[in-house]
């Protein structure tokens, strides 16, 4: 009898031996070019990178450095031109359509920078939509969604939709979207840029809290300086390469940016 996706990819995640830090994402020289008539361009020239179970870890850099290219590829969204992606430890262009939809539903978590939510949906039905595609019963998942919109302090709201929300609240509700299937790993897409300055760090201590609380890993894209700051890890991209990686304690933030 041949194994179904889930099976597949379930006997491809092995846990790490005691003492090592499980590494979640692995992009190994990976490359990405698009063709624009008969022009090539190189969005990313070989990156590569290790992201551990847990940790909080940034990618910033100018519009056109690679950033959202490389950021979609870790995330599975997009297949590299040449390297490898691998998430727990599965290859990821090795994954047919179905297989790659059930990691996606099951391991990643994303969260857009325009929050997506469904606008005829209460934030309830929201959160529990990828529950649905992930098979959970009808009970079960409105269960499971009210505690994890709770969790995000969205409780009260739970019945309204997302033009009776706030902008900081559309975006909590767009979080609890992204813990619906309580994935390993959350993908956040300038999760602030939509929100103002209090909003935005609200979001932020919101992340870092469920970092610890969920040992969930956080990959995100961002510009903003206080994201940097919550973060394990800041990775550097220009021109497709990363130039550099830092602890945030390694950074001067008081001049008000980072190079």
Request: with cysteine.
């Amino acid at each position: 009898m041949s194994l179904t996706a889930q099976e597949k990819l379930a006997d491809l995640f092995a846990e790490p031996a005691a003492g090592q830090r499980r590494t979640i994402i692995r992009a190994v020289d990976v490359k990405k070019v698009y063709r624009m008539g008969t022009q090539e361009v190189h969005a990313l020239r070989g990156a590569t990178l290790d992201i551990f179970q847990g940790e909080y870890l940034s990618i910033m850099g100018p519009s056109g450095s690679g950033k959202s290219t490389l950021f979609n590829a870790i995330g599975g969204l997009s297949k590299p031109s040449s390297g490898k992606v691998y998430i727990n430890q599965v290859d990821v262009a090795q994954l047919d359509h179905n297989e790659l939809a059930w990691l996606r539903c099951r391991t990643i978590g994303y969260i857009f920078q325009s929050y997506n939510l469904i606008q005829v949906m209460t934030c309830l039905e929201n959160v529990t939509l990828p529950m649905a595609f992930a098979g959970l019963e009808s009970e079960e998942a409105r269960d499971k969604g009210l505690h994890i919109l709770k969790l995000v302090g969205l409780g009260h709201r739970a019945l309204h939709k997302p033009a009776e929300l706030s902008g900081g609240q559309q975006q909590r509700c767009a979080i609890a979207r992204a813990l619906a299937n309580s994935p390993e790993i959350i993908l956040a897409d300038e999760p602030t840029a939509n929100l103002d300055l209090r909003t935005g760090e609200e979001m932020i201590d919101l992340l870092a809290k469920l970092k610890v609380e969920l040992n969930v890993t956080i990959v995100s894209a961002t510009h903003d300086l206080k994201m940097l700051q919550k973060s394990d890890r800041i990775v550097w991209i220009a021109d497709g390469v990363i130039v550099k990686t830092a602890h945030p304690s390694e950074i001067d933030f008081s001049k008000g940016e980072v190079h």
